[in-house]
């Protein structure tokens, strides 16, 4: 029987990654991109940006926005809350008890969202309202993914917590499928590969668990805590962690392939990073953002911001977009980290874009969205 749901789980895992890039068309419905986490949008950004629409979702940090549906979805400090991509008018808003920091991921017309009271809510996209909730023992930072096939009646919502459980929910229903309990704080969120869950921790253990039950297949250390999501590309899991390395780990063997950091880093990782062909970018509070070869581990080329770097690269094709806590929005080229175009917003930004067809939307941590399209 394990070996029998092994084996769906591959398969609905490798559907679920298909169905997320054919939504992904229109929008960006879940953080990172896609169940692998690796942080590709499926199109290109606008020609040449301008500031369509700025709106506001309440008076503090907010989330990581998403786009679904001709919406754009933010969480905040007081609620989740829903524009119109187009303009940016409100179409609705949710007031919770405790805010909401975790990125929300939008599935089959429902949004999936954690609160920092540890409340996991399963919401309309449409208007809003509550489908169902479940609770957590802590806070739940990090966004929800999903496994899954094309019935909707299989599919599943994964998402940690700060009481060190990896939890897997009915997504129909939000009744508790399993538990995976680890070592300390799980903060970011984690990436579906084949039959894995796979994740980083606060015990500085990258995790893989088995989707089928929940059970550990392996834990990998990486040297200090991750506060970021993994990414996974053709079998190998990157991540980052907190003493500022870059790590590359096979997924079939659990070795270390390389390490990235020392003294090419000289402050923390607190982003996620992004795999796009044969290079990984990731974002430093050392206000640098980091391409390195996949293949070796060895820098290609970085870019140097005025701040730190909190909020996590998209790659649009040739171009990377990101923000930094100098209050800019930064393009560069892919092939050499040379600018493009950037944009001053004047307060600092530590919340990952989200790029949709003609459109990418940024937040700052005062809890104003801008949304940015074609001249």
Aim: glycine share 12%; hydrophobic share 45%; proline share 6%.
């Amino acid at each position: 029987m394990r070996e029998v749901l092994t084996n769906l789980f591959a398969t609905v895992a490798l559907l679920a990654g298909l169905a997320v890039a054919a939504g992904d068309a229109e929008g960006w419905p879940c953080f990172r991109g896609g169940p692998q986490l690796n942080g590709v949008a499926p199109g290109p950004l606008p020609g040449t940006p301008r500031l369509s629409w700025t709106a506001r979702a309440g008076r503090g940090p907010v989330s990581a926005p998403v786009v679904a549906n001709g919406l754009v979805f933010v969480g905040s400090d007081d609620g989740v809350y829903a524009f119109k991509s187009a303009d940016g008018k409100p179409a609705w808003k949710l007031d919770t008890a405790a805010a909401i920091e975790a990125p929300p991921l939008v599935l089959d017309g429902t949004i999936f969202v954690g609160a920092t009271d540890g409340t996991f809510y399963a919401l309309d996209a449409a208007q809003g309202a509550v489908r169902w909730k479940s609770q957590a023992g802590d806070k739940i930072t990090g966004s929800a993914n999903w496994a899954g096939g094309p019935d909707p009646d299989s599919r599943r919502i994964l998402f940690g917590s700060h009481d060190s459980t990896l939890r897997c929910l009915d997504a129909a229903t939000g009744a508790t499928v399993w538990e995976s309990r680890t070592g300390s704080y799980i903060n970011g969120t984690p990436a579906v590969w084949q039959d894995l869950a796979v994740f980083g921790a606060c015990d500085g253990q990258l995790h893989l668990v088995a989707l089928a039950d929940g059970k550990s297949v392996a834990d990998i250390a990486v040297g200090s805590y991750v506060p970021g999501s993994p990414a996974v590309a053709d079998g190998v899991a990157y991540c980052v962690q907190f003493e500022g390395e870059l790590v590359a780990v096979d997924m079939a063997t659990r070795a270390i392939l390389w390490r990235y950091g020392g003294q090419d880093v000289a402050g923390p990782f607190f982003s996620s990073p992004a795999v796009a062909g044969d290079t990984v970018l990731a974002a430093s509070r050392d206000h640098k953002l980091h391409a390195v070869d996949r293949r070796t581990g060895k820098a290609l080329w970085t870019f140097p911001a005025r701040g730190e770097i909190d909020a996590s690269p998209v790659v649009c094709g040739d171009r990377v977009v990101f923000s930094s806590a100098d209050g800019r929005v930064y393009i560069v080229k892919l092939a050499d980290g040379s600018r493009v175009w950037s944009y001053e917003i004047g307060t600092a930004l530590s919340a990952t874009p989200a790029v949709a067809r003609n459109l990418f939307v940024v937040v700052d941590d005062d809890g104003r969205v801008y949304a940015f399209s074609a001249k």
